[in-house]
T-cell receptor, first 115, second 114 residues
């Protein structure tokens, strides 16, 4: 079965610093991968998704992620953190067959941004 | 468009009580699903539906029932609430059932079972 592992349940960065949130996937073939963000007391919102068209994927709010097959990774980055980026971030993988809505989520990484 | 709406926002139940969590979407989405979110476990799929009249089980279906009589609505029923069902419940929908379709999430229902 496919799965994703998010390293680090909590990440703290200073405002203006690089944001790096890690996600590694487990799959026999390159999967479709997603990053979702959850702001406090809200539902999840799609940041970006990898659909095999390009390995570097740009998303909303200045985030991007690079699919690296050799490392089975799909890490999320942002060059300069803003206070408004404080949220919980989830990596998710789509099944190899069938329906996309059966996403498998990672355990999440809570991003704290400090002054 | 209101998007995906969920009611109630908060609910407290006693063990053994039943209730229905409501979910509706006004985007004419084909696909709808229910997840539960627990600390340190991410989101886990409970049930899903590929269209009106069609539902199927996800990863953690025990203790929950669903039905989909219309495209817009996808209620989740707890038959006999247990403390283990204390969680935050999210409804989501997507336009189609493609593996890259974006899912749109509702704001969630926070359920506590005493």
């Amino acid at each position: 079965a496919q799965s994703v592992t998010q390293l680090g349940s909590h990440v703290s960065v200073s405002e203006g610093a690089l944001v790096l949130l890690r996600c590694n996937y487990s799959s026999s073939v390159p999967p479709y991968l997603f990053w979702y963000v959850q702001y406090p007391n809200q539902g999840l919102q799609l940041l970006l998704k990898y659909t095999s068209a390009a390995t570097l994927v740009k998303g909303i709010n200045g985030f991007e992620a690079e699919f690296k097959k050799s490392e089975t990774s799909f890490h999320l980055t942002k060059p300069s953190a803003h206070m408004s980026d404080a949220a919980e971030y989830f990596c998710a993988v789509s099944p190899l067959t069938g329906t996309a809505s059966k996403l498998t989520f990672g355990t999440g990484t809570r991003l704290q941004v400090t002054l | 468009n209101a998007g995906v709406t969920q009611t109630p926002k908060f609910q407290v139940l006693k063990t053994g009580q039943s209730m229905t969590l409501q979910c509706a979407q006004d985007m004419n989405h084909e696909y709808m699903s229910w997840y539960r979110q627990d600390p340190g476990m991410g989101l886990r799929l409970i049930h899903y539906s590929v269209g009106a009249g069609i539902t199927d089980q996800g990863e953690v279906p025990n203790g929950y029932n669903v039905s989909r009589s219309t495209t817009e609505d996808f209620p989740l029923r707890l038959l006999s609430a247990a403390p283990s069902q204390t969680s935050v419940y999210f409804c989501a929908s997507s336009y189609g059932t493609g593996r890259t379709d974006t899912q749109y999430f509702g704001p969630g229902t926070r359920l506590t079972v005493l």
